[in-house]
């Protein structure tokens, strides 16, 4: 991949080395694995073949029906399968949390390191991950989560497909030369497909990695001008999409997807680190392999270029225009007005925005909910998590924080200081029966949300916007 010159790009240019090092670790170990999948069927086969074939060494399904044994050869494929499942997932698992937490780490210790040094001492004392962070990171990586629905989607399809491939092969009554053929041509093309669920993560969680550290450093950096910017960047070759490269009988020839994904347009696309890069057709992504659509993310190999910037370097690289809002955030005002000429609306976001930080910096206002109300303190700890700091699958394949907002910290506001509305307690059981949904049944955030609002619509009860004036200055510093 192409070398920046910049001391802190070199540092996540060697980590990506070594992310792909483990990546092709992985392959490896993935090999042996399907090597004994093969191994194992072809004995079974060749047993089986022994005991039912007729003297022309011919197996034919009324062969396996006349014996009753029909349903026992087809399940005892799908147990050689599931022998080799929680292996796979296993090493796919163990590459994920490594890749993640080694980017993530490293990501701090090559902002530590980096020419940029200076700024940064003017802000933070110490930029560095500590473990409690770097763990609920790791614990919250959307990889991590998703992982058991991709390993099971890979189960069932090699399943049905090495199934499928059995009863043809019966139906035609196959000779054990050719059955083997035919399934160990099957399980390959699994093996293909493994590979490629390896490469897509290892990528993913690269960039997963940089870019959740990325935004744990922008909010270090608190109410300076500093601002992490984030530049989308291709490898500038001719598979860059929709570019493709495909081998034909006269040679390697150039081509154009039709899919509708153009990286090439991204090339030095900026934003700051946590917003969305805009891929087009209404497709957003945070960084590349996380827009949640395949022709966008699958085998993807763009990366993201990380720079400290000023408000005026950000605004010269961008085109738009940035101000420092006076209460310690930045803000764009390409489309806005800056502080003192906020809209009402705009003011209450600023107001949830700096209410969620001040939250998030210890577990106070977690004991002193339980206090006031009948939840378990570990449900309110739950629930705060849910709503300000942990990252959630939308709908859209999007995965992202949800936005502050204003009625909820009202809500959590009254129950810290013990005056809640019968809407508040509303509030919390809908929060805790939509975090537990998701996590009970691997969904998407709208599903869970659908599902909580039938039992407890807190949506529906909250107050207008004439009493979304009174979060407290206490609570904002």
Not at 17 to 27: G, Q
Not at 232 to 261: C, F, H, L
Not at 335 to 349: C, D, L, P, Y
Not at 406 to 433: C, K, P, V
Request: aromatic share 8%.
């Amino acid at each position: 991949m192409p070398k920046s010159k910049t001391s802190l790009n070199q540092i996540l240019y060697d980590l990506r080395r070594i992310a792909k090092h483990r990546e092709i670790l992985t392959d490896k170990k993935i090999n042996a694995i399907y090597d004994t999948l093969k191994k194992d069927l072809r004995s079974f086969l060749g047993e089986s073949y022994e005991k039912y074939a007729d003297g022309d060494g011919r197996l034919y399904m009324s062969y396996l029906d006349a014996q009753r044994k029909r349903a026992w050869f087809l399940n005892e494929i799908v147990k050689n399968v599931d022998n080799i499942e929680p292996l796979l997932q296993k090493e796919v698992s163990d590459l994920i949390n490594t890749v993640y937490e080694k980017c993530y780490s490293g990501m701090a210790d090559a902002v530590n390191k980096a020419d940029t040094r200076v700024k940064l001492e003017k802000i933070s004392k110490d930029i560095s991950v500590q473990p409690d962070v770097l763990k609920q990171a790791v614990n919250n990586n959307i990889s991590k989560l998703t992982l058991p629905l991709v390993m099971q989607k890979h189960r069932a399809d090699i399943i049905y497909q090495i199934q499928q491939e059995l009863s043809i092969g019966l139906m035609n009554g196959d000779r054990y030369e050719t059955m083997a053929k035919r399934i160990s041509e099957r399980v390959s093309v699994s093996e293909n497909k493994a590979k490629s669920i390896v490469r897509t993560e290892t990528h993913r969680n690269v960039e997963s990695g940089f870019l959740d550290c990325g935004e744990y450093i922008q909010d270090k950096l608190g109410d300076s001008d500093l601002i992490y910017a984030v530049t989308w960047r291709t490898m500038k070759d001719e598979r860059v999409r929709p570019q493709i490269r495909r081998k034909t009988k006269k040679g390697w020839k150039s081509g154009y997807n039709k899919s509708g994904a153009n990286h090439v347009q991204m090339e030095g696309q900026t934003v700051k680190a946590g917003e969305m890069f805009d891929l087009g057709g209404g497709v957003t992504a945070a960084a590349p392999s996380k827009s949640g659509v395949a022709a966008h993310d699958c085998n993807c190999r763009c990366y993201l270029e990380y720079n400290l910037m000023t408000a005026e370097e950000f605004a010269k690289v961008t085109g738009k225009k940035v101000a420092n809002d006076g209460n310690g955030g930045i803000i764009e005002t390409g489309g806005k007005v800056t502080s003192s000429n906020f809209t009402q609306i705009e003011k209450f976001e600023q107001q949830a925005k700096r209410f969620y930080e001040s939250c998030t910096r210890n577990d106070n206002d977690v004991k002193a909910i339980s206090k006031n109300t009948n939840f378990d303190y570990n449900d309110i700890l739950s629930i705060k998590n849910h709503i300000m700091i942990e990252k959630h699958l939308f709908s859209n394949g999007n995965v992202r924080k949800f936005d502050p907002d204003i009625d909820q910290a009202l809500a959590w506001q009254r129950l810290m200081e013990g005056r809640s509305r019968d809407s508040d307690i509303l509030f919390l059981n809908h929060e805790l029966t939509e975090l537990k949904y998701m996590k009970e049944n691997n969904c998407d955030y709208e599903t869970a949300h659908r599902f909580s609002t039938k039992k407890y619509d807190w949506q529906s009860v909250i107050d207008g916007i004439a009493d979304k004036d009174d979060i407290n200055p206490k609570w904002l510093k």
